[in-house]
């Protein structure tokens, strides 16, 4: 579906922003997509325009059983390895979230009949934690229109991914043991626990809405399922420490 007028306009100001580290101030009425399937339209042209791949995926949803889920493409030049060093005039006022997530063990590819659920979880393959670098280019966000937000990556700036390890289907992850810090405070508020509660029934979701644009889900893609720790927003630079028990840790320093 094509996006809304002067579709060219809002995609090119989201990656300007990107690149320059800045907030768009002024929202108008056609820089909202029209619809969702506009907004995902919008996170295609995001990624064109940036000149980078399809690194993964970021998926999540409110609600534990049945609500509705929703995700954004995660361009392969925003990902980056534990430990790195990332600049805050790049991702302004950033937020930082403590993850899980899967990569797959096999492709797939598109077709006409959707994939099974029992399809896609029996094909998980490894695991790890991550950190994400939320950082929204909307000055007005969290007040702005919801299909803005979804167009806008959903506020993606950057994920920190750690190492993987073999996927193991007796894992906790509806509450998992965690700890995340910041400058060596503790950022968890109360127990961790992701909104979506198991984060795999999130997985078929994410292979069939890529599959049915066209695109093919590979070995090598991340797939980030949700914060366990809400959502923190940094107040300069500092080092933050992730670490869910079974799992290893994941780390980024906030320059």
Known sequence: MNLPSHPANIAELIVDAMRDGQKLTEIRPEYVPADAASAYALQREILRLRETTVGGWKVGSKSTHGGPINGALLPEDGLFASGSQVECVDYPAPILELEIAFRLNREFAPRDEPYSDEEVLGSIGSMGAT???????????????????????????????????????????????????????????????????????????????????????TPDLVITTGSYTGMYLTKGPGLAVGEIRGLPPVSVELI
């Open 131 to 217: 950190i994400e670098v939320v950082s929204s280019r909307f000055a007005a966000w969290p007040k702005i229109e919801p299909l803005l937000a979804l167009g806008d990556l959903l506020n993606h700036g950057a994920l920190i991914v750690g190492d993987f390890v073999p996927y193991d289907a007796s894992f906790p992850f509806v509450e998992p043991a965690l700890t995340f810090t910041f400058g060596d405070e503790d950022i968890v508020p109360g127990d961790g626990a992701n909104p979506a509660g198991d984060p795999r029934r999130l997985l078929p979701w994410v292979v069939n809405h890529h599959t049915q644009n066209g695109l093919s889900v």
